[in-house]
């Protein structure tokens, strides 16, 4: 069973992984395509709105073999991201109508986040029949994990390969992806969705003992895109560097943040025994402290970087954590619903939002992440003065 597991978290890591190499490229791909800003964040934006849609779609046909739908979900994604790579580059090499380009490109991204959509509802419905009340939370934490690791390390690992070429992540994803649905459908066992009975418990997303976590959620999948989908050409236009010169500049920022997500996030794990409330006011603080130097200071990125690795750190397993503990055992499948949905709201919102306000001035996107950051970060002190841990009930 454990080969199961680890099947699930390869298969979400690379997945996230993939979708979340494209966002540092995005900017700089585009003004090589002749894209606006607000095209280019469009992209990304449309690929949101369609994981949403299919997440809910592929749930319903759940019913039939689950490993087969995620095989086909996985290679249809995959065949998507590979057209998206090769027509960017045909583009590049000859020239056309920018017009017609945008809209191929458009329904490419949002036929792959329809196909992507199902991934992480097959991965928790696995996750859903292989636990009990008892073990589910720590299932949850699996999932949770692996999908905050991709939308980490993606952009770390797009960012890192663009000097090669602006499609080279795609490509890269690709050959990943390829392997994982490989394997997926050599280890995952045969399974029909119908089987597990979720609990008739009913939890919104505003009942108070959550609300406040899973708006810390939706904020932090925000900022993390707006950062990622602007970086690029705000160190281009800041720095006045070439393309190949920011995309080695966020490279190394993006590098430097995956690498201290990572670390925080063993520690977390492994060794320190903080309450969330704790995680979350250092988590919060030191994102407020990373937009607000890319805002005021972006020469002194790569520290900015730095604070940004430690904000992600310790504020995606604080809120994960607090949403879990302030619920009962039946209402850990559905908190757990929520604080993955924020993550594709965030998706959908983050791109759009960063972009246009880009296009009205280059540092309104950093302001208002920072301004946000506070409130949220104030709300969070105010709710836990002592630093007391969220309550179980």
């Known amino acids: 069973m454990k080969k199961h597991f680890w099947m699930i978290f390869a298969t979400v890591l690379v997945a996230m992984t993939s979708i979340a190499t494209f966002n540092p490229i995005l900017g700089l791909l585009a003004r090589t395509l002749g894209f606006s800003e607000i095209q280019s964040g469009s992209l990304v934006t449309i690929t949101g709105l369609f994981w949403i849609v299919g997440s809910f779609l592929w749930e319903k046909w759940s019913r039939t073999n689950r490993k087969r739908l995620m095989v086909i979900a996985i290679l249809g994604y995959t065949l998507t991201l590979a057209s998206f790579a090769l027509l960017a580059d045909w583009a590049k090499a000859t020239p056309g109508n920018a017009v017609v380009l945008y809209w191929e490109l ?172 704790r995680l979350l006011k250092i988590g919060l603080s030191s994102l407020f402290v990373a937009f607000t130097l890319f805002m005021l200071a972006p020469a002194w990125y790569i520290v900015a970087f730095l604070f940004h690795g430690i904000g992600i750190g310790f504020t995606l397993p604080g809120y994960i954590t607090a949403a879990s503990l302030a619920v009962s055992a039946e209402e850990q499948s559905a908190v757990a619903s929520y604080t993955g949905a924020a993550q594709g709201v965030g998706s959908f919102v983050g791109p759009l939002a960063g972009t246009m306000l880009y296009s009205w001035q280059m540092s309104i996107p950093y302001l208002v992440c920072s301004l946000s950051l506070a409130c949220v970060a104030l709300l969070v002190f105010a709710k836990h003065r002592g630093g007391q841990p969220a309550s179980v009930s």
């Open 106 to 277: 458009f329904a490419l991204r949002a036929v792959g986040g329809f196909f992507f959509g199902a991934i992480p509802t097959m991965a928790q419905g696995y996750l859903m029949e292989w636990t009990t009340a008892q073990n589910r939370a720590s299932g949850m934490a699996l999932f949770g994990g692996a999908s905050g690791m991709g939308f980490v390390l993606g952009p770390a690992l797009g960012a890192a390969l663009t000097p090669i070429g602006f499609t080279s992540p795609m490509y890269v994803s690709t050959a990943l992806l390829v392997a994982v649905a490989i394997l997926s459908g050599i280890i995952l066992p045969d399974s029909k969705g119908g089987q597990v009975k979720k609990a008739a418990v009913k939890l919104s997303m505003t009942d108070p003992r959550i609300r406040l976590y899973i708006l810390i959620g939706l904020l932090l999948s925000t900022v993390m895109i707006m950062l990622q989908v602007t970086c690029g050409i705000y160190m281009q236009d800041q720095l006045q560097l070439s393309d190949k010169a920011a995309a080695q500049s966020i490279g190394v920022g993006l590098s430097v943040a995956g690498v201290i997500v990572v670390v925080v996030q063993l520690l977390v794990g492994r060794y320190l025994r903080w309450q969330p409330a």
